[in-house]
T-cell receptor, first 109, second 113 residues
Framework: GQNIDQPTEMTATEGAIVQINCTYQ??????LFWYQQHAGEAPTFLSY??LDGLEEKGRFSSFLSRSKGYSYLLLKELQMKDSASYLC??????????WGAGTKLIIKP | IAGITQAPTSQILAAGRRMTLRCTQD?????MYWYRQDLGLGLRLIHY???????GKGEVPDGYSVSRANTDDFPLTLASAVPSQTSVYFC????????????FGPGTRLTVL
């Protein structure tokens, strides 16, 4: 079966750095997406990786290792507004997104 | 309007009733999707449409139907609602099927009693 694993919850301090991991086992791979979802709101796109390596976008970076079935989202200089759930999703061989359950990130002052 | 809109925002429904959730996008995206989101689970695809006039089944299609008469609208119908269909429903769209980014509507919170 297809499976996306990510931690259920993480806590970090304002101004610090946090890394959210995602491991996956899917039938085929056509890229990995990270989305942010604030409580009660819609998911919003953060990043897309299809090749191995690090993609940097401001305070957020995303890393992919296809051979290890592994990705992480790195958030730097954490702000209170970064408190949200972070969703990892893999596009499978049928071009359908398989979603992890999400990681709830709690930022403390 | 800009982006994707969904209606209603929330609804409480008696079991056995018929319900249609509406979704409209103004981005001229070809592909549209319906997901449900339940606590502790990832988003699950219900139905999708690659282009107007075509639809397909996702991971959890039973009890749901869709239509795609034009590019902008993609309604989701529950023919006879059951309590297990209590969930938050998100509509999404992308330029085309494949690796294009999916953009999400604000969601509909549905409770079936």
């Amino acid at each position: 079966g297809q499976n996306i694993d990510q931690p259920t919850e993480m806590t970090a301090t304002e101004g610090a750095i946090v890394q959210i991991n995602c491991t996956y086992q899917t039938s085929g791979f056509n890229g990995l997406f990270w989305y942010q979802q604030h409580a009660g709101e819609a998911p919003t796109f953060l990043s897309y990786n299809v090749l191995d390596g690090l993609e940097e976008k401001g305070r957020f970076s995303s890393f992919l290792s296809r051979s290890k079935g592994y990705s992480y989202l790195l958030l730097k200089e954490l702000q209170m507004k970064d408190s949200a759930s972070y969703l990892c999703a893999v596009m499978d061989s049928n071009y359908q997104l398989i979603w992890g359950a999400g990681t709830k990130l709690i930022i403390k002052p | 309007i800009a982006g994707i809109t969904q209606a209603p925002t929330s609804q409480i429904l008696a079991a056995g009733r018929r319900m249609t959730l509406r979704c409209t996008q103004d981005m001229r995206h070809n592909a549209m999707y319906w997901y449900r989101q339940d606590l502790g689970l990832g988003l699950r695809l219900i139905h999708y449409s690659n282009t107007a006039g075509t639809t397909g089944k996702g991971e959890v299609p039973d009890g749901y139907s869709v239509s795609r008469a034009n590019t902008d609208d993609f309604p989701l119908t529950l023919a006879s609602a059951v309590p297990s269909q209590t969930s938050v429903y998100f509509c999404a769209s992308s330029v085309s099927v494949g690796t294009d980014t999916q953009y999400f509507g604000p969601g509909t919170r549905l409770t079936v009693l």
